[in-house]
Each structure stands twice: as C-alpha cells, then as structure tokens.
C-alpha cells in the first residue's frame, strides 16, 4: 500500500478534506468535551428555561434551563461511542460470517444463512427490551444489542458480494492451484470486499446513530440524565412548535457526523479501488 | 282557521329547528391510549376506562363537581349505618332493549364478587355480607361494619358498573361486545384506529345525549394528535405536553384544563437502609422544592399537593401548613447531618417512562444533588417497574397513584399496614387505628378531625413524599360545546357536549 | 432445478422459524414482568385466589415450555390463540393490521427505488462533477435525520400548511382508495426518505464498481454509447447489491416499521408488535414474530432466486 500516493489522491477531493476536518472536530468534542462548552451539561436552572439562542446559550436551553450546546457537545461522546462500536462488532461478525458462508457454499452457507434469517426476523424492541431488562441499560449493553441487530445485514451483503467474487477467474484459478482456503480468503476475497465493506460500515454507522436515537424513544435507551444526541431528538420532537432549538440542534449534529463520515467513506472507497 | 293552524304548524317547525340545532353533531375525539377490552367489571386499562364509561352506568354517578349524583338507582338511603337501601329507576332499557331490573344488580355485584372472576372490584366490597332484591326495583346492601362513605364513591366507578344478566349468561364474551344502560352505544371499534359510539336513543334522560355520535380516535403521539386537531381531522383532542397549549391559540381554540386528583409521589421502601431513619426521609421532603417541579416538568399545569389534593376544601390540609413542604436545603442537610450522613449518600430509584416521570426524576436528581445526596434514576420499561413494585424491590420509585375525593379510599390501602398497595413497609399503629376509626365513623366533623390528625401524622412519618397533582389538558374547536372535564380524569360530561355547526 | 432449490430452501425455513419462535418465548418470559402485572398495575388489587384463578384461566401457571409446545399444537390447527389483552382471535388481528403495514412497506420501497437508483446511476456516471456532489449530499440527509424526526416535521408542516389534508383517521384500500392513499403518502415518503439514500449509496457505489470494469471500458472505446454501455452490460450486475438493499429493507420494513406507525396512528403490525410486547400479550407476539418471521424469510429466498435469474453463472448449489 502506497500510503503517500493513496493519500495525496484522497486529499485532492476538496470535500473529502472538509469531512475529515468536519470529523476531527467531533472526535475532539468526543474526547474533550470541556474544552468546547462552559456550562455543565447536567446543571439546571429554572431562571433560563426554554430560551431561544442567545449570546451566553448559543443553542438555548431545555425545559430545565440546561444548555443546549453543553448538552449537545457532551452527547456526541456517547453517540459516536455506541454507534461505532457497535458496527465494529456487527462488521467484524458478519464479514467473518459472509465470507466463510459465500466461499464455502452448500451446507455451511445454509446453516449461517438460516441462522442470520431468524436473526433478522427477530425483532430489534424485543432484543434490546431482553437485554436492558436482565443486563441493565448502559452503553456496553446497547452496543451489544445494536451489534446484533446489524450482524446480519454484514452478513448478507458480504456473503452476497463474496458470491459475485468467487465467479472471478483468478480466484477459481488460485483455487485449483492449491492454494489453502484461508489465504485465499484473506489474501483474495477480502481486498475486493473492501468498497463494499466501507460503504455498508459507513452507511449502518449512521443508521446504528439514529437505531441509538429511536431506542432512546421508546425508552429503551441511556439512562438520564446523560445526554445523547438521539435522545434530545426524541425529547424535543414534543416541542417542534414550540420550542424547535431542543430537537434542532442535536439533530443537525447528527446530521453532519453521518455526512462527514459517509463522504469520508466515499472517498476512501474511491482511494483504495484497485481498479481506481 | 286553517291559516292560523298553518301558521302554528309552521312557528312550531321553526322552533323546534332551531332547539334541533342545538342537538347533534359527531364528534371525533383524539386520545393516547386504546381501550383494552369491553367488559366494565374486568377493565383495569385506563384506555378502556374512558371508553366504558360513556356505554355502562352503576348504581350512583358523579356530577361536574365530583358530587355523588344518582346512577341507574334514582334515590338511596341508609337506615341503619351498616345498610344502604337502593331505589332503582323504572323504565331503563340496555341497548338490547332488554329490561333493567334488580336481578342484573345483583347478578352484577355476585359476578364481581365471584372470586373465579377476578374482578378488580371485588377489594371494595369484602365487607358486604349480603346484598338482597326485595323488589325488582330496590336491592339492599348489608355490610359488616359500617363503612358506607367510602363504599359510596365505587358504585360510580366503572368497575362497578351494571351488566344485562340475559346478555351474560347467554354466554357472549363481554370483553369483545356490550351491551350497558348508558348516554352512548358501542357501533364500531376497528382496533388501533378509532372507536365509533353513536347515541342511545331510549337513554332514560329525556334531551341526552347531544351528541349523533362519540368517535374516539387513538393518536399515541403527542405531537401527531395536536396537529390532528390543528388541521381539523378531529375536533377535540387529549393534550399531554403542557407546552403545546402556546400552539393553540386562543381565537381558533378552547382550552379546557382540570386539576386532577391522582398524584404524582416519590415512594420510599420504609425497611431500605437510609430509609429506615424517619429524618433521613424528612431531609427528602426539604430537600425537593415541589413548586419548581411544577414549573419545570408540567410549566405550571399542576398543584402541589398535601396527602389530600387541596381541591377537597372539606378534608384537606393544604400544603402551606406543613413546614416539611416548604423548600429548605439548609434544614435538610441539618437534618442528614443528625441523622448520621453529613456528606450524604446516595439511592436509587426507579420508575418509568410515562406522566413525565423521568423528567421529575432527572429534576429531583439535580435538587438533591445540591444537599449532597446522589440519586440514580433508573427509567425502566413498564412491566419490569411493576414487577420490581409488587415485590418492593427498590430502595424509591416514582410513580402516578390514583386519588379519591373519600380519604377512606385515599389512604386505607395504602397506608394501613396490611394494606393491599402498601409497598412502603410502612408499619405504624397508631395510622393503623386512625384509618379504622375514620372508614367507620358516621359523623362527618368526626371525620374530618380523624382525617385531618392523620393527614399530619403521614407529613410528620413521611412514609412516602406526596409531589404534585397534574392538571389534565384538553383543546377543542370553538364549535363543540358544553364539555366540561372532571377531575377524576372522567368524561363523561361528553353527553352534554354538542356540536354547534 | 429452480423448484428443488426452492423447496430445500422452504424446508430448511422451518427449523428456523421454530427456533425464531421459541428464543422470542424464551426471551419475553424472562424478562421480568408478566401480562397479569402489567394488567394489574400499581391501582389494582386481587385476593390471592382471584390471581391463581386468573393465571390458571390464562394458562399463565404452566412452566413455559409447556405453554410453548400447547402454543405448537395449536398451530397445526391454524389457531393462533387469542390475545390475552382483547380476547379477540390473533389472526383475525393480524390479518387485520398486515394489509395496513404492506401498504406501508410497499410505498416506501416505491419510492426508495424510483429516487435512489436513478439518483445512484447518475452519481455514477457523473462521477466527481457537480451533479454527483449535489445527489450525494441529498442521499446523505435523508440517511442522517432520524426517521421520526423527518416525520414529525413533514407532520407538523403538512397539518400547517394545507389545512384540507387528511393525515390522520386511517381508512383501509377498499373502503377509500383516494383517502387512504392520502393518509398513507406522507408516511412512506418519510420511511422511503431514509431507504432511498441507502439504496442510492448502494447504486453508485456499485455501478462505479462496474464501469470500471475491463469489459465496459472496452465497450466504450469501442464506441458504444455510455448509455447503452450502461443499459446492456453494467446495470444488471450493478443491481446485485442493489436487491440485496431493498431485500433486507422490505424485510426491515415489515418489521421495523414501528416508528412511523406510531406516529402517523396507522394500526399496522408494527405497533401492535410493540403494544403486545408492552403489555406482554404472549399470543399475539408469538402470532406476529411468526408471521414476519416467514415474511422475512420468504423474502430472503425470493432475494437469492433473483440472484441466479440476473447472473447465472452464480452457483447456488
């Protein structure tokens, strides 16, 4: 890998430079929220309850009076936390999964197929509604759970484009060669799946954002009074009318952490294509 | 001759034209929760509450002012303290058309006491030993202590409401079809949508009700029912969130608010270590500033509330009096210091995600954290909250209890220490003795005095810490008229609404 | 051959959708609360003998695994039990609801495939010029607002705006086609927002895969048009992944569509879903994991046979 050449065509896409900045920044607020807000995300105050933006609370504050940019700053911790390493462990299941179940076929590829069919059909209130009931609501156990809801999806499309992959004369050729099935798969299989795998990771990120955000909604999410970006959605959404800011703002974080790293992922794709 | 009779017929027509405006109109009527099953003597759900209550009717009913008002039993009286004596009314039909007699009140109250029935009603009249029909038209009631005052309020509540013995005993299932005595009749329920009543034409209250039909739509969101209202699709809508109530202004919309008697508590396991010392449970009281949980949760639409809710002028002791309601962290931590925890300590409670629940939990959690005590609020899903409440396993929760305009139904069960609800572990004898004699007195200033010296003794024990009442919220289109809301979240004054197109 | 297939496929469901069935059972009866609480709440009160009454009537008092296999018997009957909650029959439930969630599911696939792979091709093939960046910023915010966010605002506004639009008061197909189109147009637009950008990213990034393939370039600069280029050689083999998408979306979507059907009041399988597992109305979860359950894994076979029909080269033995 020409990590000099890859990155020089990376960083000629204006976009792709913006996104990483854009990110960088959301990984700071990630892991030091304090340098960017002044007020406590927790802290009440009933003297300044439900204002618009202002100078001192550039987001305004919620029914508590707490800031809405403290409160927003703070969640993007949480958020990036659950959401990503919940795909990490979805990814890496299920590409594991796809690849043995799309390279071996007949039997093998049934059982697992089989297996992720009941997994997707399970449905996601009634895993998470287990898990938070034995195991409690934190954050390690939602990232369990929403790895588990996504496994399968890494698994059908892996296996899916695995299948395609497999068609391609060198691998069949490599195959009758001799060489072992697990160096194939690595060596062979895996750099192909690598748009593919960028663009599901990328994409179920973001949606792993918002699945954290509609947990949140029905009441199945982190516990108060830790702010996440999902959850200040949900709460304000009562409010569209009266008080837009509580929902806007969190959303519009959500929005640009999903954009920056989708178009981070797009670039990346198109930067690591062999073919590119 | 013929003219002037002309002219009698045609003044007669416009008259009655215009007193005929003034009858009908459907209304569509958005609400939150479904029903879940029509039969009254089983239906705990409050959906199914709101729906039955318009279809059944028992023996007495309450008015706009939460007075005890006859039901289908037209006067009753108590000639001895251990007997209530029930004149039935003449001349009311079921929806069937079905006759209504004594035999279906006593067929009624045999079926909720009927312990293969499992009626939630049957707690209430343990203390009956009989109930007799000397006539088709009077049944008595014969109990074995007198304690008529508390029975009294639950032959108004659904629970207790009158079914067609015919109906049931021709074995149709109850929870899936009706058949009652009341202002409206059940005509479609297409589950998950809406639930269409239309009127009782032989209601036996001659004009009522007003209405052609009572539509009840099921909105569970929030925000999705108030635009539903706002763009018409209904004309009368359940409102949860005080806030929205700024979105409806005043020239396009009527705003109907209620102070409620159910109350919003902070409930404390009495054995749980700290819990166990009576100050610690004080400290709490001084702690939490009630008022600012009103204008922080519900912006003002709710009042705080003594162990009775204020609004009951005759019984109540309003919160002003007890010097435990009034907000002092600097007393509180005094009394932790005395207590043994000058740095506090922190607790656990648990509750759900309903009523604003959590937002009172994550309020008092930033109260409290200013006297030094750490409070985790674990919102839990419905069922499991239950589940932890029936076996007291918590150290706190928060949760919504019904309340009563009777004190004996207030408190009884919640306070004495065999009590049904008691999930405190609260044992005290001398609340205990308070709640007998004041459910057996007959004098109401006895009462009163009994009621009220326990009132001081819950402030002073603080078994649990009373928060506040909400206010129930409803907005209409100007053109229904006559609704008027109770405060026992009741709406049955919906047969005196009509539509003025 | 095709038949064989599909018939070990259908076979090989079963044992799945068993196992489905009985971790849901499993799962639901370990978490703690039970219908009987959840009935009871905090303001009611039974005797002792009123509440073994109740659970024996219910045959709440079995051990589970009874209930599960009396559950099994049963089927083979075709009955389904009766919900605990309503005492109606649970397939007169669901075959009541299903048609309202189809609709759902089915529109906002619609309206996910007409938006997102045109949408997909053109970023393609525009790839890096401004039409590309304009579709992909498009894509991405119909990914990045979260589903009842976008519903709520197109709610309020749509209330606000056109005061003679019905959006709530759901009335099935054949009693009000106009009206119940009406009603459902808003709700799948909002869920077929978020597939269309899924999709979309899927359709570009796998057209880029295959236009730069040796063949299509070939094509290309042998003269043949890019459009037809497209057309003949690209499109199917681009699609590959594109049904994959919209297969495990419809079958999300039958599923998942809980969200939106709350918040529009539409009385789908989805909230009831949610509802029974609220009130732990055991019958009818069983009931409707049973039947997405098959629905899910119909779909996943019918996905796998498209396969073979686009490409047949691939194996699927």
Redesign the interface.
Known sequence: MEWKRLRRKFAK?P?NLISVVVFALFLAMAFFPQIFTQFEP???N?AV??ISPTASHIFGTD???RDIYSRVVHGVRETLSIAFLSIVLACVLGTALGVISGFY??WID?IV???M??M????????A??I???YG?SQKNLIIALGIVYTP?FT??VR??T??IK?FLYIKAAKALGKRDLSIMLKDVLPNLT??LI?SFT?NF??AV?SE??LS????GV???TPTL?GM??QG???????PWI?LFP?LF??????SI??IG?GL??VL?P?? | MKKSLLFLLVLTVFFSFCFGARAGGDLKFAVQVEPAGFDPNLATAFGSHRLLEHVYEGLLSFNENMDIVPGLAESFEVPEPTKIVFHLRKNVLFHDGTPFTAEDVLYTFKRIQDPAFASPAASYYTEVSSITAPDPYTVVFTLKVPMVNSLLLNFAGVNSAIVCKKTVESGVNMQLQTNGTGPFKLKEYAAGNYIALQKNERYYVPGLPLLDSLTFVVIPEEISRSSALRNADVQMAQIMEPLSLNTFPAQRFVTYRVSTLPYLLLGINNAAKPFDNVLVRRALSYAINREELVEMVAFGEGTVTGPLNPSLKTWALLPEAFDEYSYNPEKAKALLKEAGYPNGFSFEAVTYAQYSLDKIGEAIQAQLALVGIQMKVDVAEFGIFVKRWREIDFQTFLSLNGGSTEPDIQFYRTFKSDGATNKFNFKNAKVDELLEKGRQALDLEERVEIYRALQRLLVEENPFLFLYSPNNLYVSLPEVKGFVPMSNQSLIMLKKTWLDK | MIATYIFGRVLSAVPTILILTFIVFLAIHLVPGDYIDIMLGTQNYLTDEQLSGLYKQYGLDKPFVVQYGIWLKNLITFDFGTSLRTGQKVSAMILEKLPVTFELAFFALFFSLVFGIPLGITSAVKRNRFGDYVVRVLGLIGLSAPTFWIGAILIVAVSGLFQDYTLFGFVSFQKDMAKNLQILLIPSLTLGLMLAAQIMRMARSSMLDVLSQEYVKVAKAKGVSTWKVIYRHALKNAMIPVITTAGIQFGYLMGGTILIENMFALPGLGRLLLQSVNQRDYPVIQGVVLFTGVFIVLMNILVDILYTLIDPRIDLR
Do not use: C, E, H, K
Request: aromatic share 8%; charged share 15%.
């Open positions: 896409n976009l927790n802290r009440m009933s309850r439900m029914q508590f009076g076929g007949r049934q197929m089989r297996l069919d009941a997707f059909a399970f449905p996601t209130i009634i895993l509604l287990f938070i009931a034995l609501a999806i059908r499309t899916g484009s299948i395609s068609q748009s593919v663009v994409t973001s949606t918002l955000a509609s909604f029905l009441g199945l516990p108060p009074p999902g959605v949900g959404s009562n409010f569209l009318l009266s008080a929902a959303g959500i929005a640009l952490i999903v954009l989708n178009i797009d794709r198109d294509d073919r590119y």
